[in-house]
């Protein structure tokens, strides 16, 4: 049985406290690695970049395979994506109106409802930028060195 003390040390994740002490260290991006596995831990780590990005914070997830990352309106992204990558654009808090370019299915200003799957399965076609004008997505991208027009993993990065 845990004590007290043991008990309130649980009522973060791991993932959690990774990532406010890379904060309190100063860290100006973060990449969660390894974050993708179990869908209930992987959910919650798609909370964290929620709360990152409300702060301003550039976080994402990344497995060899996938990446994501939270962007909250406003915010773009240009992905560093090939031609050919999968990405999918998943509304988090209600409707998102954004923009798409670069992908097969472009989008201006378009709604992405929150209870429909309008924004899966798309894929790059040329330098591919996504707008969040209102709302909040994640973006799902199956490139695992997907910077986001950022730092790649291996550079000078907050790795966790």
Do not use: W
């Not at 709360?51 to 939270?70: C, E, N, S, Y």
Request: some cysteine.
């Amino acid at each position: 049985m845990y004590g007290l003390a043991e008990r309130l040390f649980k009522d973060r994740t791991d993932g959690e406290m990774a990532a406010d002490e890379a904060l309190r260290r100063g860290a100006g991006e973060l990449v969660l690695v390894g974050a993708l596995g179990a869908l209930d831990h992987t959910l919650g780590h798609l909370a964290i970049l929620r709360r990152l990005a409300a702060r301003g914070v550039a976080a994402r997830l990344a497995a060899p395979q996938l990446t994501v990352r939270v962007l909250a309106a406003p915010d773009e992204a240009q992905l560093d994506a090939p031609a050919g990558t999968r990405v999918s654009i998943v509304p988090q808090h209600g409707d998102a109106l954004v923009t798409l370019e670069g992908f097969d299915y472009p989008l201006s200003r378009g709604v992405l409802p929150i209870d429909a799957c309008l924004g899966l399965g798309n894929a790059v076609v040329a330098a591919a930028r996504i707008v969040v004008h209102e709302g909040v997505v994640a973006a799902l991208v199956e490139h695992g060195d997907e910077a986001f027009g950022g730092v790649r993993r291996g550079a000078r990065d907050a790795t966790l």
